[in-house]
C-alpha cells in the first residue's frame, strides 16, 4: 500500500527541541519530493516548505526559513521536520505529504495521517 | 506575495450542485489543484492540473479554471461531502506553494 505514516502526537515546553517523522512505503521514496504543511487551530493549510529525499535539496516558505529544518534517511525511506527550540505558537497539526510534478507546476497527491504538536507550559 | 481568495462557505441541498470559487490574479494560467479536508482528517486531493481526478474521486467532481478563478463542481452533492475545500497553486514568480483559505462546505 502506497502511504505516508508520520510519528505520534507529542507535547512539549517552549524552547524544547523536537523532531518528527514521515515515513513512506509502497512507493520509490528518493525520486518524489516530501512537502510538509501547517494547520493551526481552526485553521487553514500554509505551506512550510519541501525536501527532495534523493539529494537533500530543500526549498523553505519564506514564513518557515530559519524556524524549521527539513532533513531525511532515504535508507529508511524517513523524512524529518525539525525544530530546535519551540515556541507556543509551533502548537498545530503537521502534514507531511508527496507533492507530484508537471513542469514547473506540483500537487500533493498523498498525505500523511499528520503529527499533533503541543507546546505548553 | 501571490493570493488566492475563497468564500468561507457554501451551502447546498443534498442532490443540487456546489460550486465553490477560488480567485487570483491570472489563475487561468496557472494550474489549480483542490483538496477536500473531512472534519478531524488528513487532506485529500480531489482535483489536480486544474480539471483531473486522481484515481478513486467520483465523477461528481470536476474543476475548470478561467480568467482569474478556478471552480471545484460537485454534481449531485451527497451529505458525505461536506467538508473543508482548499484550493491551491504553484506560485511561479514566487517559488512557493500557495493555499486558499478554505471552504466550508455545508450539504443540508
Known amino acids: 500500500e502506497v502511504q505516508l505514516v508520520q510519528s505520534g502526537a507529542v507535547v512539549k515546553k517552549p524552547g524544547d527541541s523536537l523532531k518528527i517523522s514521515c515515513k513512506g512505503s509502497?512507493?520509490?521514496?528518493?525520486?518524489?519530493?516530501i512537502g510538509w504543511v501547517r494547520q493551526m487551530p481552526g485553521k487553514g493549510l500554509e505551506w512550510m516548505g519541501f525536501i527532495y529525499p534523493g539529494d537533500s535539496d530543500s526549498r523553505y516558505s519564506p514564513s518557515f526559513e530559519g524556524q524549521v529544518t527539513f532533513s531525511v534517511d532515504k535508507s529508511i525511506s524517513t523524512a524529518y521536520l525539525q525544530w530546535s527550540s519551540l515556541k507556543a505558537s509551533d502548537t498545530a497539526m503537521y502534514y507531511c505529504a508527496r507533492r507530484l510534478v508537471y513542469g514547473d507546476y506540483g500537487w500533493f497527491d498523498l498525505w500523511g495521517q499528520g503529527t499533533l504538536v503541543t507546546v505548553s507550559s | 506575495s501571490y493570493e488566492l481568495t475563497q468564500p468561507p462557505s457554501v451551502s447546498v441541498s443534498p442532490g443540487q450542485t456546489a460550486n465553490i470559487t477560488c480567485s487570483g490574479d491570472k489563475l487561468g494560467n496557472i494550474y489549480t489543484s483542490w483538496y477536500q479536508q473531512e472534519s478531524g482528517q488528513s487532506p485529500v486531493l480531489v482535483i489536480y492540473?486544474?480539471?483531473k481526478r486522481p484515481s478513486g474521486i467520483p465523477e461528481r467532481f470536476s474543476g475548470s479554471n478561467s480568467g482569474n478563478t478556478a471552480t471545484l463542481t460537485i454534481s449531485g452533492t451527497q451529505t458525505m461531502d461536506e467538508a473543508d475545500y482548499f484550493c491551491?497553486?504553484?506560485?511561479?514568480?514566487?517559488?512557493?506553494?500557495?493555499f486558499g483559505g478554505g471552504t466550508k462546505l455545508t450539504v443540508l
Open positions: 491551491q497553486v504553484w506560485a511561479r514568480n514566487t517559488g512557493g506553494v500557495v
Open positions: 492540473q486544474d480539471d
Open positions: 509502497g512507493y520509490t521514496f528518493p525520486f518524489s519530493w
